[in-house]
């Protein structure tokens, strides 16, 4: 269900040197998300958002506090999108944001990093090509390479493969793209063909970056959703998860250095990096700061 919400601020200030993403703020246009994805950190207490899978909130305001804000802003640096719902979510004409919202970052001559399981960000190819003339960067989340497993544990989301071919087409246009490929779930996609299929498939579609995690995290209502969602899809998983991690909230596979040497060694072969290329201002820019 789609709902109407006015918020009074929408850029997050990063608190810290944000060195995973160089992200300065971070913008959600929207809360809860419709990917209903299995294992989504957002779906934790700390967050407060309720019925996450069933109601979108659009911050309809957005688009006009962006502007204000962005027009405020003595500094510029990368904009995050896409850390607490997909940017490039499904929803009803008229009621997405994030087309309007990059024209507004394209205006302001702002930075963006998006994180995405979706082949919609190509409908803003465009908007994406200017915005990288200062910096853009595109990661797409992908957890497993097979489409039949996403199927089940992304089920909203673009398939891998639809995934996978957006890239190609963003790196074609000169867009730095790559992969986040986390969470890697313990007992389900920590196998080495996973991490080979997912590599391999980066480079042929045109990552210049992979930056993983082998492993995921489980809190409060996170935790239970998920187990729930073990029972009906992996029956007898869960258990090895309980006697596994118990009540920890970040949960390595069991074979996580296998899999990072195995990653690194695929990623020097194809000649990828392993951290996000972050954003540097220009030198004028950096004068400006001191100015």
Request: proline share 6%; aromatic share 8%.
């Given at each position: 269900?789609?709902?109407?919400?006015?918020?009074q601020?929408?850029?997050a200030?990063s608190?810290?040197?944000?060195t995973l993403?160089?992200?300065k703020?971070?913008?959600?246009?929207?809360?809860?998300?419709?990917?209903?994805c299995v294992?989504?950190d957002?779906?934790?207490?700390?967050y407060?958002?309720?019925?996450?899978?069933?109601?979108?909130?659009?911050?309809v305001n957005?688009?006009?506090?962006?502007?204000?804000?962005?027009a405020?802003k003595?500094v510029?640096?990368p904009i995050?999108?896409?850390?607490?719902?997909d940017?490039?979510?499904?929803?009803?004409p008229?009621?997405s944001?994030?087309g309007?919202a990059?024209?507004?970052?394209?205006e302001f001559?702002f930075p963006v990093?998006i994180?995405?399981k979706?082949a919609l960000?190509?409908q803003?190819?465009e908007?994406?090509r200017?915005?990288?003339?200062?910096?853009?960067?595109?990661?797409f989340?992908?957890t497993?390479?097979?489409?039949?497993?996403?199927a089940k544990?992304?089920?909203?989301s673009?398939r891998p493969s639809?995934?996978?071919?957006?890239?190609?087409?963003?790196?074609?246009h000169?867009?730095?793209?790559?992969?986040?490929?986390m969470p890697i779930l313990?007992?389900i996609e920590?196998n080495e063909e996973?991490?080979?299929?997912i590599v391999?498939?980066?480079?042929?579609n045109g990552a210049?970056?992979?930056?993983?995690?082998?492993?995921?995290?489980?809190r409060?209502?996170?935790r239970?959703?998920?187990?729930r969602q073990?029972?009906?899809?992996?029956?007898?998983?869960?258990e090895k998860?309980?006697r596994?991690?118990?009540?920890?909230y970040s949960?390595?596979t069991?074979?996580?250095?296998?899999?990072?040497r195995?990653?690194n060694a695929l990623?020097?072969k194809?000649?990828i990096a392993?951290?996000l290329?972050?954003?540097?201002?220009?030198?004028?820019?950096?004068?400006n700061?001191w100015?």
């Amino acid at each position: 269900m789609i709902k109407e919400i006015q918020v009074q601020v929408l850029l997050a200030h990063s608190k810290q040197p944000d060195t995973l993403f160089g992200l300065k703020y971070n913008m959600n246009l929207y809360r809860g998300c419709c990917h209903r994805c299995v294992y989504c950190d957002s779906r934790s207490e700390c967050y407060q958002i309720e019925n996450f899978d069933r109601d979108v909130l659009v911050k309809v305001n957005a688009i006009e506090l962006l502007r204000k804000e962005l027009a405020s802003k003595r500094v510029k640096g990368p904009i995050g999108l896409g850390s607490m719902n997909d940017p490039f979510m499904p929803l009803p004409p008229g009621v997405s944001l994030t087309g309007q919202a990059l024209a507004v970052i394209a205006e302001f001559g702002f930075p963006v990093h998006i994180i995405t399981k979706s082949a919609l960000v190509l409908q803003e190819l465009e908007t994406l090509r200017r915005i990288s003339q200062v910096y853009a960067s595109i990661s797409f989340t992908v957890t497993t390479a097979d489409d039949a497993l996403a199927a089940k544990v992304e089920p909203g989301s673009s398939r891998p493969s639809a995934r996978f071919a957006a890239m190609k087409t963003l790196a074609a246009h000169g867009i730095q793209t790559g992969v986040t490929m986390m969470p890697i779930l313990p007992f389900i996609e920590d196998n080495e063909e996973n991490i080979t299929a997912i590599v391999e498939q980066a480079a042929e579609n045109g990552a210049s970056y992979i930056i993983p995690w082998m492993g995921m995290t489980m809190r409060d209502r996170q935790r239970a959703y998920y187990y729930r969602q073990l029972d009906v899809l992996f029956p007898g998983i869960r258990e090895k998860y309980e006697r596994t991690y118990g009540d920890r909230y970040s949960c390595d596979t069991p074979n996580a250095p296998q899999l990072y040497r195995l990653f690194n060694a695929l990623c020097k072969k194809h000649h990828i990096a392993t951290q996000l290329p972050l954003y540097e201002p220009l030198a004028s820019q950096q004068l400006n700061l001191w100015g």
